[in-house]
């Protein structure tokens, strides 16, 4: 779809990149003739993926292991990257957080858990990356990666759903502000694209969940790593000079016949919902051990 080396001496930065969405589009990069640099919170994962990532594309892949909800870490990894002669061209923010939950049972320190990685975390990065550019002068572009319930909410993730509307409002703000810098942001807000992570969190202990999200997508599968991978390249290439401020849904228009998902959690009661914390629960201590 794309010339080998549309990418050649870019540098983009792919937060959340260790793993899932964020490798997929770096991959896909990295195929084109970027270089990338993966930043993600447990240091032994990013530095492994870097070194599988550079296995096939030697030089290319760098790693950080960077916590985005501290800010003053984002700036000093920014600099550092900056100092290393790998300053970023393009930033992909991916990194998030999210699981399942009745609104009435999240507790303060819940909600942080999301909004201080997906919104302040996400406007941090963008903001260090950005003023970089702006002083600079050299323009860039991002790609920012959101959920369809922006659009029409969602039960049961409700931090998520705000925190991701935050990003979408701040793309569509900055996209205004910073258009005179020529620096470029938009979204995508991807679909069922299945990872062990999303599904551990999001359907917990639920037997098949990527056959369930194909048969009720309108074109009748779920998404894959070059339907993300292709969406963000051309978002961040030459060829999408003049696209700025949008947020485009890669679901196969699951959310116009489906809306915001989770729905089906409607119907459970507590034991439901106990069973499903205590497999979140077990899913992040497993993390928080790889660390």
Not at 36 to 58: F, K, L, Q, S, Y
Not at 114 to 134: E, L, P, R, Y
Not at 143 to 159: E, H, K, M, R, Y
């Amino acid at each position: 779809m794309f010339k080998p080396d549309l990418f050649a001496g870019a540098h983009v930065l792919v937060t959340g990149g260790g793993t899932g969405l964020g490798r997929m589009m770096a991959e896909t990069l990295l195929a084109h003739g970027a270089s990338v640099e993966i930043w993600g919170r447990r240091g032994p994962i990013v530095e492994a993926t870097a070194a599988e990532m550079n296995a096939a594309h030697p030089g290319r892949a760098h790693w950080q292991a960077v916590d985005i909800k501290d800010h003053d870490a984002v700036e000093a990894a920014v600099a550092r990257s900056i100092d290393a002669g790998r300053a970023p061209t393009a930033l992909i923010n991916n990194a998030a957080g999210n699981f399942v939950s009745r609104s009435e049972d999240l507790s303060p320190r819940a909600v942080r858990a999301i909004s201080d990685i997906v919104m302040h975390g996400t406007f941090s990065v963008t903001q260090a990356v950005g003023k970089h550019w702006i002083k600079a002068g050299t323009g860039g572009a991002v790609v920012s990666i959101v959920v369809t319930w922006v659009w029409t909410g969602a039960p049961f993730v409700v931090p998520s759903a705000m925190s991701k509307s935050a990003i979408h409002a701040m793309t569509s703000s900055l996209a205004v502000e910073w258009g005179r810098h020529g620096i470029r942001l938009n979204c995508i807000a991807p679909g069922t694209i299945p990872t062990e992570g999303m599904f551990a969190r999001l359907r917990p202990g639920e037997n098949n969940p990527t056959a369930k999200a194909a048969a009720v997508n309108p074109l009748g599968r779920v998404g894959t790593p070059d339907d993300i991978g292709n969406l963000a390249a051309f978002l961040l290439s030459p060829g999408a000079g003049w696209i700025s401020g949008q947020t485009i849904a890669l679901d196969g228009g699951n959310w116009l016949r489906n809306g915001g998902g989770f729905t089906d959690y409607l119907d459970w009661g507590d034991a439901e919902w106990d069973e499903a914390r205590a497999r979140i629960k077990a899913r992040t201590a497993a993390d928080k051990a790889q660390r």
